[in-house]
Protein backbone atom coordinates (compact mmCIF):
# COMPACT_ATOMS: atom_id res chain seq x y z
CA UNK A 1 0.00 0.00 0.00
CA UNK A 2 1.16 3.35 -0.91
CA UNK A 3 1.40 5.45 2.55
CA UNK A 4 1.21 9.11 2.56
CA UNK A 5 3.02 11.44 5.03
CA UNK A 6 0.75 11.43 8.14
CA UNK A 7 0.77 15.50 8.32
CA UNK A 8 -1.45 16.25 5.68
CA UNK A 9 -4.15 14.64 7.16
CA UNK A 10 -3.61 14.99 10.81
CA UNK A 11 -6.41 17.43 11.83
CA UNK A 12 -8.86 18.48 14.25
CA UNK A 13 -12.70 16.31 13.51
CA UNK A 14 -14.25 17.19 11.27
CA UNK A 15 -11.32 18.00 8.86
CA UNK A 16 -8.57 15.38 9.77
CA UNK A 17 -11.62 12.68 9.21
CA UNK A 18 -12.53 13.87 6.25
CA UNK A 19 -8.86 13.73 4.78
CA UNK A 20 -7.93 10.35 6.62
CA UNK A 21 -11.07 8.86 4.49
CA UNK A 22 -9.69 10.95 1.26
CA UNK A 23 -6.45 9.36 1.64
CA UNK A 24 -7.93 6.09 1.57
CA UNK A 25 -9.64 6.83 -1.55
CA UNK A 26 -6.17 7.79 -2.94
CA UNK A 27 -4.39 4.28 -1.73
CA UNK A 28 -7.46 2.78 -3.57
CA UNK A 29 -6.49 4.20 -6.78
CA UNK A 30 -3.32 3.36 -6.34
CA UNK A 31 -2.84 -0.04 -5.45
CA UNK A 32 -5.63 -0.25 -8.45
CA UNK A 33 -2.88 0.26 -11.17
CA UNK A 34 0.62 -1.48 -8.86
CA UNK A 35 2.40 -2.50 -11.91
CA UNK A 36 3.22 -6.22 -10.66
CA UNK A 37 -0.36 -7.21 -9.88
CA UNK A 38 -1.22 -5.05 -12.89
CA UNK A 39 1.23 -8.01 -15.11
CA UNK A 40 0.28 -10.58 -13.56
CA UNK A 41 -3.57 -9.95 -14.12
CA UNK A 42 -2.68 -10.19 -17.73
CA UNK A 43 0.26 -12.43 -17.86
CA UNK A 44 0.04 -15.92 -16.21
CA UNK A 45 2.17 -19.22 -17.19
CA UNK A 46 1.37 -22.44 -17.04
CA UNK A 47 3.81 -25.15 -17.91
CA UNK A 48 5.08 -24.61 -21.51
CA UNK A 49 1.93 -22.14 -22.22
CA UNK A 50 2.55 -18.44 -21.46
CA UNK A 51 -0.63 -16.58 -21.80
CA UNK A 52 -0.62 -13.04 -22.55
CA UNK A 53 -4.27 -11.34 -22.41
CA UNK A 54 -5.95 -14.06 -25.12
CA UNK A 55 -3.28 -14.67 -26.95
CA UNK A 56 -1.36 -18.51 -25.58
CA UNK A 57 2.72 -18.91 -26.59
CA UNK A 58 4.43 -21.86 -26.16
CA UNK A 59 7.57 -21.00 -24.90
CA UNK A 60 9.30 -24.45 -26.22
CA UNK A 61 9.44 -22.64 -29.52
CA UNK A 62 11.65 -20.15 -28.04
CA UNK A 63 15.67 -20.55 -27.64
CA UNK A 64 15.94 -17.27 -25.75
CA UNK A 65 13.41 -14.49 -23.89
CA UNK A 66 14.34 -10.89 -23.89
CA UNK A 67 12.87 -8.72 -21.36
CA UNK A 68 13.51 -5.28 -22.90
CA UNK A 69 12.12 -1.82 -21.78
CA UNK A 70 11.68 1.48 -20.13
CA UNK A 71 9.58 3.58 -17.12
CA UNK A 72 8.85 4.61 -13.93
CA UNK A 73 7.31 1.26 -13.55
CA UNK A 74 9.87 -0.76 -14.93
CA UNK A 75 11.51 -2.40 -11.72
CA UNK A 76 8.38 -4.32 -10.71
CA UNK A 77 7.13 -4.86 -14.26
CA UNK A 78 10.82 -6.60 -14.74
CA UNK A 79 9.69 -8.34 -11.27
CA UNK A 80 6.23 -9.26 -11.66
CA UNK A 81 7.40 -11.09 -15.18
CA UNK A 82 10.50 -12.85 -13.92
CA UNK A 83 8.60 -13.76 -11.24
CA UNK A 84 6.51 -15.42 -14.19
CA UNK A 85 8.70 -16.99 -16.72
CA UNK A 86 11.53 -17.39 -14.02
CA UNK A 87 14.76 -19.25 -15.55
CA UNK A 88 13.32 -19.15 -19.20
CA UNK A 89 14.49 -15.61 -19.23
CA UNK A 90 17.48 -15.24 -20.91
CA UNK A 91 18.78 -11.42 -20.68
CA UNK A 92 16.71 -8.22 -19.67
CA UNK A 93 17.44 -4.79 -19.78
CA UNK A 94 15.00 -2.16 -18.75
CA UNK A 95 15.46 1.71 -18.26
CA UNK A 96 13.94 3.20 -14.88
CA UNK A 97 14.07 6.63 -13.01
CA UNK A 98 16.74 7.30 -10.66
CA UNK A 99 15.43 6.05 -7.34
CA UNK A 100 13.45 3.69 -9.09
CA UNK A 101 14.82 0.66 -8.37
CA UNK A 102 14.17 -2.78 -7.17
CA UNK A 103 15.87 -6.37 -6.79
CA UNK A 104 15.75 -8.22 -10.23
CA UNK A 105 17.11 -11.81 -10.94
CA UNK A 106 18.14 -11.79 -14.42
CA UNK A 107 17.00 -8.02 -15.35
CA UNK A 108 19.74 -5.11 -15.28
CA UNK A 109 18.22 -2.16 -14.46
CA UNK A 110 19.67 1.67 -15.51
CA UNK A 111 18.44 4.30 -13.72
CA UNK A 112 18.66 7.15 -15.54
CA UNK A 113 17.11 11.37 -16.17
CA UNK A 114 13.27 11.99 -16.50
CA UNK A 115 12.10 14.39 -18.01
CA UNK A 116 14.91 15.66 -19.07
CA UNK A 117 16.96 12.56 -21.06
CA UNK A 118 20.51 12.20 -19.72
CA UNK A 119 23.85 10.13 -20.65
CA UNK A 120 22.65 7.05 -18.69
CA UNK A 121 19.23 6.57 -20.62
CA UNK A 122 21.61 6.44 -23.81
CA UNK A 123 23.26 4.16 -22.24
CA UNK A 124 20.62 1.80 -21.25
CA UNK A 125 19.04 2.15 -24.92
CA UNK A 126 22.07 1.39 -26.68
CA UNK A 127 22.47 -1.93 -24.35
CA UNK A 128 18.49 -2.59 -25.19
CA UNK A 129 19.86 -2.23 -28.99
CA UNK A 130 22.48 -4.35 -28.38
CA UNK A 131 20.62 -6.97 -26.98
CA UNK A 132 18.25 -6.87 -29.92
CA UNK A 133 20.41 -6.60 -32.45
CA UNK A 134 20.61 -10.41 -32.96
CA UNK A 135 16.94 -11.44 -32.65
CA UNK A 136 16.10 -13.79 -34.64
CA UNK A 137 12.58 -15.58 -35.42
CA UNK A 138 12.93 -18.64 -32.73
CA UNK A 139 13.31 -15.23 -29.82
CA UNK A 140 10.43 -14.24 -27.79
CA UNK A 141 10.83 -10.39 -26.48
CA UNK A 142 9.19 -9.16 -23.73
CA UNK A 143 8.99 -5.26 -23.64
CA UNK A 144 8.33 -3.51 -20.51
CA UNK A 145 6.61 -0.25 -21.04
CA UNK A 146 5.33 2.54 -18.96
CA UNK A 147 5.06 6.25 -18.37
CA UNK A 148 8.63 8.20 -18.37
CA UNK A 149 9.67 5.58 -21.08
CA UNK A 150 10.25 8.49 -23.41
CA UNK A 151 13.06 10.38 -22.04
CA UNK A 152 14.24 6.89 -19.96
CA UNK A 153 15.26 5.24 -23.46
CA UNK A 154 16.65 8.05 -25.74
CA UNK A 155 18.75 7.17 -28.50
CA UNK A 156 19.25 10.16 -30.56
CA UNK A 157 19.62 9.40 -34.38
CA UNK A 158 23.46 10.07 -36.48
CA UNK A 159 23.63 13.96 -36.14
CA UNK A 160 21.17 14.73 -33.31
CA UNK A 161 23.35 14.99 -29.73
CA UNK A 162 22.34 13.86 -26.54
CA UNK A 163 22.64 17.79 -25.58
CA UNK A 164 20.44 18.75 -28.48
CA UNK A 165 17.26 16.40 -27.08
CA UNK A 166 18.07 18.22 -24.07
CA UNK A 167 17.40 21.86 -24.87
CA UNK A 168 14.61 20.55 -27.29
CA UNK A 169 12.97 18.52 -24.46
CA UNK A 170 13.32 21.42 -22.12
CA UNK A 171 11.87 24.04 -24.98
CA UNK A 172 8.70 21.94 -25.74
CA UNK A 173 7.98 21.15 -21.84
CA UNK A 174 8.40 25.46 -20.73
CA UNK A 175 5.93 26.06 -23.76
CA UNK A 176 3.38 23.63 -21.89
CA UNK A 177 3.46 21.52 -25.38
CA UNK A 178 1.46 18.22 -24.87
CA UNK A 179 3.15 14.81 -24.24
CA UNK A 180 1.83 13.65 -27.87
CA UNK A 181 3.20 16.73 -29.30
CA UNK A 182 6.57 16.17 -27.54
CA UNK A 183 6.36 12.09 -28.33
CA UNK A 184 5.58 12.84 -32.34
CA UNK A 185 8.85 14.55 -32.49
CA UNK A 186 10.91 12.19 -30.24
CA UNK A 187 10.05 9.54 -32.23
CA UNK A 188 11.29 10.86 -35.42
CA UNK A 189 14.72 11.83 -34.14
CA UNK A 190 15.32 8.02 -31.84
CA UNK A 191 16.56 4.77 -33.05
CA UNK A 192 14.08 3.09 -30.86
CA UNK A 193 10.76 4.55 -30.66
CA UNK A 194 8.26 5.18 -33.44
CA UNK A 195 7.83 1.35 -34.36
CA UNK A 196 11.76 1.38 -34.68
CA UNK A 197 12.60 -0.85 -31.64
CA UNK A 198 10.18 -3.57 -32.90
CA UNK A 199 11.94 -3.01 -36.49
CA UNK A 200 15.21 -3.93 -34.90
CA UNK A 201 13.65 -6.59 -32.71
CA UNK A 202 12.22 -8.36 -36.05
CA UNK A 203 11.55 -10.85 -36.90
CA UNK A 204 11.51 -11.92 -33.17
CA UNK A 205 8.31 -12.22 -31.43
CA UNK A 206 7.28 -9.11 -29.61
CA UNK A 207 5.04 -8.89 -25.98
CA UNK A 208 4.32 -5.58 -25.00
CA UNK A 209 2.94 -4.87 -21.92
CA UNK A 210 1.85 -1.14 -21.29
CA UNK A 211 1.08 0.78 -17.88
CA UNK A 212 -0.29 3.93 -20.09
CA UNK A 213 0.26 7.48 -18.89
CA UNK A 214 -1.50 8.97 -22.03
CA UNK A 215 -4.98 10.19 -22.37
CA UNK A 216 -7.19 7.85 -24.18
CA UNK A 217 -4.12 5.36 -24.06
CA UNK A 218 -3.14 5.52 -27.61
CA UNK A 219 -0.56 3.06 -28.24
CA UNK A 220 1.80 4.88 -30.62
CA UNK A 221 1.96 7.95 -27.88
CA UNK A 222 2.68 5.28 -24.46
CA UNK A 223 6.74 6.44 -24.38
CA UNK A 224 6.55 7.25 -27.87
CA UNK A 225 5.53 3.93 -29.20
CA UNK A 226 8.39 1.71 -29.48
CA UNK A 227 6.40 -1.13 -30.53
CA UNK A 228 3.46 -0.06 -32.47
CA UNK A 229 3.20 1.20 -35.82
CA UNK A 230 3.49 5.23 -36.08
CA UNK A 231 0.84 7.57 -37.62
CA UNK A 232 3.02 10.38 -37.23
CA UNK A 233 5.41 11.95 -39.58
CA UNK A 234 8.21 14.25 -40.18
CA UNK A 235 5.68 16.50 -41.61
CA UNK A 236 3.88 16.61 -38.30
CA UNK A 237 6.70 16.92 -36.25
CA UNK A 238 7.60 19.73 -38.16
CA UNK A 239 4.61 21.41 -37.52
CA UNK A 240 4.61 20.88 -34.38
CA UNK A 241 7.57 22.78 -34.01
CA UNK A 242 6.91 25.74 -36.34
CA UNK A 243 3.24 26.24 -34.18
CA UNK A 244 5.00 26.90 -31.27
CA UNK A 245 7.97 29.16 -32.83
CA UNK A 246 10.73 26.73 -31.88
CA UNK A 247 12.10 26.43 -35.92
CA UNK A 248 14.33 29.14 -35.05
CA UNK A 249 15.49 28.14 -31.12
CA UNK A 250 15.63 24.30 -31.61
CA UNK A 251 19.39 22.64 -32.17
CA UNK A 252 19.97 22.93 -35.63
CA UNK A 253 20.54 19.26 -35.97
CA UNK A 254 16.71 18.70 -35.01
CA UNK A 255 15.67 21.04 -37.83
CA UNK A 256 17.98 19.72 -40.77
CA UNK A 257 17.05 16.24 -39.59
CA UNK A 258 13.36 16.46 -39.78
CA UNK A 259 13.64 18.73 -43.07
CA UNK A 260 15.70 15.98 -44.62
CA UNK A 261 13.12 13.59 -43.45
CA UNK A 262 10.31 15.33 -45.17
CA UNK A 263 12.09 15.63 -48.38
CA UNK A 264 12.10 11.65 -48.19
CA UNK A 265 15.78 11.31 -47.86
CA UNK A 266 15.38 9.78 -44.70
CA UNK A 267 12.85 7.05 -44.03
CA UNK A 268 10.05 7.85 -42.12
CA UNK A 269 9.04 5.64 -38.56
CA UNK A 270 7.26 1.94 -39.45
CA UNK A 271 3.66 2.29 -40.61
CA UNK A 272 0.67 0.45 -39.84
CA UNK A 273 0.56 -3.02 -42.22
CA UNK A 274 4.37 -2.72 -42.12
CA UNK A 275 5.10 -6.94 -41.72
CA UNK A 276 7.47 -6.08 -38.69
CA UNK A 277 4.32 -5.92 -36.93
CA UNK A 278 2.96 -9.40 -37.69
CA UNK A 279 4.08 -10.99 -34.39
CA UNK A 280 4.09 -7.81 -32.19
CA UNK A 281 1.49 -8.22 -29.22
CA UNK A 282 1.13 -4.61 -27.43
CA UNK A 283 -1.28 -4.97 -24.05
CA UNK A 284 -2.28 -2.09 -22.14
CA UNK A 285 -2.10 -3.70 -18.29
CA UNK A 286 -3.36 -0.38 -16.48
CA UNK A 287 -4.44 2.97 -17.10
CA UNK A 288 -5.80 5.70 -15.64
CA UNK A 289 -9.35 4.90 -16.06
CA UNK A 290 -8.91 1.95 -13.83
CA UNK A 291 -7.29 4.21 -10.90
CA UNK A 292 -10.43 6.14 -11.75
CA UNK A 293 -12.78 3.65 -11.12
CA UNK A 294 -10.91 1.97 -8.33
CA UNK A 295 -11.35 5.59 -6.62
CA UNK A 296 -15.04 5.39 -7.64
CA UNK A 297 -15.35 1.97 -5.51
CA UNK A 298 -13.26 3.10 -2.62
CA UNK A 299 -15.14 6.53 -2.65
CA UNK A 300 -18.68 4.21 -2.10
CA UNK A 301 -17.24 1.97 0.19
CA UNK A 302 -16.54 5.38 2.52
CA UNK A 303 -19.80 6.66 2.29
CA UNK A 304 -19.87 8.99 -0.55
CA UNK A 305 -21.46 9.55 -3.91
CA UNK A 306 -19.40 9.44 -6.31
CA UNK A 307 -18.99 10.52 -9.75
CA UNK A 308 -15.97 10.04 -12.72
CA UNK A 309 -16.38 13.19 -14.91
CA UNK A 310 -13.71 12.50 -17.39
CA UNK A 311 -10.71 10.72 -17.71
CA UNK A 312 -9.66 12.92 -20.56
CA UNK A 313 -9.25 16.32 -19.24
CA UNK A 314 -5.92 18.41 -20.65
CA UNK A 315 -5.54 21.76 -20.64
CA UNK A 316 -3.53 24.68 -19.05
CA UNK A 317 -3.46 23.49 -15.02
CA UNK A 318 -4.77 26.44 -13.87
CA UNK A 319 -7.91 26.65 -15.50
CA UNK A 320 -8.73 23.54 -15.14
CA UNK A 321 -8.19 24.04 -11.59
CA UNK A 322 -11.16 26.51 -12.02
CA UNK A 323 -13.53 24.46 -13.80
CA UNK A 324 -12.96 21.77 -10.64
CA UNK A 325 -13.90 24.65 -8.32
CA UNK A 326 -17.13 25.12 -10.31
CA UNK A 327 -17.64 22.04 -10.42
CA UNK A 328 -17.28 21.90 -6.34
CA UNK A 329 -19.69 25.38 -6.45
CA UNK A 330 -22.54 23.40 -8.30
CA UNK A 331 -23.33 20.88 -6.37
CA UNK A 332 -23.18 23.02 -3.37
CA UNK A 333 -25.92 24.99 -4.92
CA UNK A 334 -27.81 22.25 -6.44
CA UNK A 335 -26.33 19.06 -5.78
CA UNK A 336 -25.84 18.45 -9.57
CA UNK A 337 -23.97 16.78 -10.87
CA UNK A 338 -24.29 14.45 -8.06
CA UNK A 339 -25.35 14.32 -4.36
CA UNK A 340 -23.46 15.26 -1.42
CA UNK A 341 -21.54 14.02 -0.04
CA UNK A 342 -19.83 13.81 -3.00
CA UNK A 343 -16.51 12.69 -5.10
CA UNK A 344 -15.99 14.05 -8.30
CA UNK A 345 -12.74 12.02 -9.89
CA UNK A 346 -11.30 13.28 -12.85
CA UNK A 347 -8.20 11.76 -14.71
CA UNK A 348 -5.71 13.13 -17.53
CA UNK A 349 -2.50 15.73 -17.62
CA UNK A 350 -2.45 18.78 -17.56
CA UNK A 351 0.53 21.28 -18.85
CA UNK A 352 1.77 24.31 -17.20
CA UNK A 353 3.34 27.51 -19.09
CA UNK A 354 6.88 27.98 -16.85
CA UNK A 355 7.33 32.19 -16.31
CA UNK A 356 8.79 31.81 -13.32
CA UNK A 357 11.75 29.65 -11.57
CA UNK A 358 9.68 28.22 -8.50
CA UNK A 359 9.42 24.64 -7.48
CA UNK A 360 6.18 22.70 -8.29
CA UNK A 361 4.56 20.22 -11.03
CA UNK A 362 1.84 20.86 -12.90
CA UNK A 363 -1.21 19.30 -9.93
CA UNK A 364 0.69 21.83 -7.47
CA UNK A 365 0.10 24.26 -9.70
CA UNK A 366 -3.36 22.99 -9.88
CA UNK A 367 -4.19 22.70 -6.49
CA UNK A 368 -2.67 26.16 -5.67
CA UNK A 369 -5.35 28.20 -8.48
CA UNK A 370 -7.71 25.83 -7.01
CA UNK A 371 -7.39 27.27 -3.47
CA UNK A 372 -7.41 30.43 -4.79
CA UNK A 373 -10.83 30.23 -6.22
CA UNK A 374 -12.27 28.02 -3.10
CA UNK A 375 -11.52 31.06 -0.79
CA UNK A 376 -13.83 30.95 2.03
CA UNK A 377 -15.71 28.07 0.75
CA UNK A 378 -16.80 25.47 3.07
CA UNK A 379 -17.36 21.74 3.21
CA UNK A 380 -15.55 21.56 -0.72
CA UNK A 381 -11.60 19.60 -0.32
CA UNK A 382 -9.45 19.76 -4.22
CA UNK A 383 -7.12 17.18 -4.36
CA UNK A 384 -4.77 16.91 -7.50
CA UNK A 385 -2.19 13.95 -7.37
CA UNK A 386 0.32 12.41 -9.78
CA UNK A 387 -0.19 8.82 -9.53
CA UNK A 388 3.66 8.25 -9.91
CA UNK A 389 4.49 9.91 -6.80
CA UNK A 390 6.76 13.00 -7.72
CA UNK A 391 4.89 15.67 -9.44
CA UNK A 392 7.67 17.94 -12.02
CA UNK A 393 11.04 17.76 -10.40
CA UNK A 394 9.55 17.77 -7.05
CA UNK A 395 9.34 14.82 -4.08
CA UNK A 396 5.57 15.81 -3.64
CA UNK A 397 2.85 13.97 -5.69
CA UNK A 398 0.80 17.20 -5.71
CA UNK A 399 -1.74 18.46 -2.95
CA UNK A 400 -5.08 18.42 -1.45
CA UNK A 401 -6.36 22.38 -0.57
CA UNK A 402 -9.59 23.26 0.84
CA UNK A 403 -11.16 27.12 1.26
CA UNK A 404 -9.34 27.81 4.24
CA UNK A 405 -5.71 26.75 2.40
CA UNK A 406 -5.23 30.69 1.34
CA UNK A 407 -6.14 31.97 4.62
CA UNK A 408 -3.47 29.84 6.66
CA UNK A 409 -0.76 30.58 4.17
CA UNK A 410 -1.74 34.77 4.56
CA UNK A 411 -1.07 33.73 8.06
CA UNK A 412 2.24 32.84 7.49
CA UNK A 413 3.00 35.78 5.19
CA UNK A 414 2.40 33.94 1.56
CA UNK A 415 0.82 35.50 -0.91
CA UNK A 416 -0.65 32.82 -3.22
CA UNK A 417 -1.02 35.02 -6.44
CA UNK A 418 2.83 35.21 -5.56
CA UNK A 419 4.07 31.84 -5.68
CA UNK A 420 1.63 31.29 -8.83
CA UNK A 421 3.27 33.56 -10.53
CA UNK A 422 6.56 32.06 -9.87
CA UNK A 423 5.69 28.75 -10.23
CA UNK A 424 6.82 28.35 -6.77
CA UNK A 425 3.85 25.54 -5.28
CA UNK A 426 5.98 23.94 -3.71
CA UNK A 427 6.83 26.06 -1.13
CA UNK A 428 3.55 27.41 -0.91
CA UNK A 429 2.28 24.23 0.36
CA UNK A 430 5.32 22.99 2.24
CA UNK A 431 4.83 25.29 5.31
CA UNK A 432 1.14 24.31 5.31
CA UNK A 433 1.68 20.58 5.48
CA UNK A 434 -0.95 20.65 2.43
CA UNK A 435 1.29 18.49 0.06
CA UNK A 436 0.95 15.03 -0.66
CA UNK A 437 4.65 13.16 0.64
CA UNK A 438 4.61 9.03 -0.84
CA UNK A 439 7.80 8.97 -2.51
CA UNK A 440 7.92 7.26 -5.53
CA UNK A 441 5.04 4.87 -6.34
CA UNK A 442 6.89 3.04 -8.71
CA UNK A 443 3.64 3.15 -11.25
CA UNK A 444 2.11 6.07 -13.60
CA UNK A 445 -1.20 6.31 -14.88
CA UNK A 446 -0.95 10.27 -15.73
CA UNK A 447 -2.83 12.04 -13.03
CA UNK A 448 -6.01 11.74 -10.88
CA UNK A 449 -7.79 15.32 -9.42
CA UNK A 450 -11.04 15.03 -7.08
CA UNK A 451 -13.60 17.39 -5.58
CA UNK A 452 -14.35 16.30 -2.25
CA UNK A 453 -18.27 18.17 -1.54
CA UNK A 454 -19.40 17.13 2.50
Not at 30 to 58: F, I, M, N
Not at 133 to 162: F, Q
Not at 366 to 375: F, G, V
Request: glycine fraction near 10%; charge should be negative; aromatic fraction near 4%.
Amino acid sequence: MVRFAPAVYERPDPEGERRRRIVRILQAALGAVDPAVAVRRHVQRRGDTLQVGDVAYDLRAYRRVLVVGAGKAGAPMAQAVEGILGDRITAGRVNVKYGHVAPTEVTTLTEAGHPIPDEAGVEGARAIAALLEDAHEDDLVVCLISGGGSALMTLPVDGVSLADMKALTDALLRRAATINEINTIRKHLDQLKGGNLAQLAAPATVVSLLLSDVVGNPLDVIASGPTVPDTSTFADAHGILERYGLLDEAPASVVEHLCRGMAGAIADTPKPGDPIFAQAQNVVVASNDLAARAAEQAAADQGLNPLVLSTYVEGEAREVAKVLVAVGREILASERPVRRPACVIVGGETTVTVRGDGKGGRNQEMALMAAISLEGIEDVNVVCLATDGTDGPTDASGALVDGTTVERGRALGLDPYDYLARNDAYLYFAPLNDLLLTGPTNTNVNDLAFVFVW
